[in-house]
């Protein structure tokens, strides 16, 4: 099976995804598809801090409750309030609708400790 892994963006190995451009954060399609139909989702506030390697949320599907890790440290700037109400957009579009968070980046160097996406293509092969 393949899945859609845009590659403008960074992963971690756990499958949360950032965009470097927005600060947009998200679960790959990859990782959707392992916890099927999610049911319901838990995440900060704006102007909450989040640091890089802790989880900062929880998701629910059908098959498991999940953590949320944080692929960089920094401000939670915006919250997609719609998963709260439409947890389905995690599947129906990981990286567009079904974004998590937004961040105002504290190191951007830390992207550096994140995959690129032809990196993280192979990982999930």
Excluded: C
């Excluded at 392992?34 to 998701?59: K, M, N, R, T, Y």
């Excluded at 953590?67 to 960089?72: F, G, K, Q, T």
């Amino acid at each position: 099976m393949s899945f859609d892994v845009p590659m403008n963006l960074y992963y971690r190995e756990s499958h949360e995804w950032i965009d470097p451009e927005t600060g947009r954060i998200g679960l790959s399609d990859y990782a959707q598809d392992e916890l099927g139909d999610i049911v319901f989702v838990e995440l900060p506030s704006v102007g909450d801090e989040i640091e890089a390697g802790e989880d900062f949320g929880v998701v629910e599907s059908i098959k498991a409750v999940s953590d949320i890790y944080a692929p960089v440290s920094g401000e939670v700037t915006d919250v997609n309030e719609r998963v709260f109400d439409e947890p389905e957009l995690l599947n129906e579009d990981p990286y567009g609708d079904g974004w998590l968070v937004e961040v105002d980046a504290a190191d951007e160097g830390e992207l550096e400790d994140l995959h690129s996406g032809s990196e993280y293509s192979d990982q999930i092969e």
